[in-house]
């Protein structure tokens, strides 16, 4: 009995440096960073598009496939606007893989979310979400253990849900994707006409321009 006793005792003490070494492993999240705008476009743009969505809306996958590629052509890459994502996460599932995008190099955010909406009627629909997400993190360039870290960061994920909470007391936001125009408020929803929307947009910030010389 007694030497049972010493065995477990022994066993716990070997695999003290073990557990310490494991903790000490594991990446550690800057939070601040990881939260930090990403633009998309020149940052000194005029107009700027807030795009909130979440990463399980089909909305805003939809989005992302078929309007995306005008809006960069006509309005991004152009100069006339820059667009700023922003994590409207809907369930937990989008909380994680909006964390594991969030984790990621800056010039690498928006590729991954793009991956994560064209792949999302896979990866929605699997057994395990979570698994999938990250495989599609890894074929990013990701560390898998990093990965796994920004997925289970409480803080990430509080500072994420206190965002969304902003946006919500600031515009109201109640579905996804909404895009919010500045200047110029303009608003919209589901599938936007953003030509009418960038008009009114600059025509807003040259008045406000003009307003500052007088």
């Given amino acids: 009995m007694m030497m049972k006793s010493a065995l477990i005792a022994l066993m716990l003490v070997l695999s003290l440096p073990a557990m310490a070494e494991d903790k000490a492993a594991t990446p550690k999240i800057d939070v ?47 100069g006339k606007a820059k667009l700023v994502f922003r994590d409207f996460p809907l369930d937990n599932y989008a909380v994680k893989a ?10 690498k955010f928006y590729p991954l979310i793009s991956m994560i909406f064209n792949e999302q009627e896979r990866w929605v ?48 936001i109640s579905s996804t994707p909404t895009f919010i125009f500045k200047k110029g408020e303009e608003r919209m929803t589901e599938y936007p006409e953003f030509t009418e929307a960038i ?16």
Avoid: W
């Fill in 32 to 78: 601040k960073a990881a939260m930090a705008d990403r633009v998309l476009g020149n940052p000194d743009a005029p107009i700027t598009i807030y795009e909130y969505a979440s990463m399980t809306c089909s909305h805003c996958a939809a989005f992302n496939k078929f309007a995306m590629p005008t809006v960069k052509k006509d309005l991004i890459e152009t």
């Fill in 125 to 172: 629909k699997t057994s395990a979400p979570d698994e999938a997400v990250q495989k599609i993190g890894a074929l990013a360039g990701m560390d898998p253990d990093y990965i796994k870290a920004c997925m289970a960061d409480e803080d990430l994920k509080k500072a994420m849900m206190e965002a969304m909470q902003d946006a919500q007391k600031t515009y109201a």
């Fill in 199 to 214: 008009k009114k947009a600059e025509a807003a910030s040259k008045a406000a321009a003009e307003d500052k010389h007088d």
């Fill in 98 to 107: 909006a964390a594991m995008a969030r984790c990621a190099p800056a010039d």
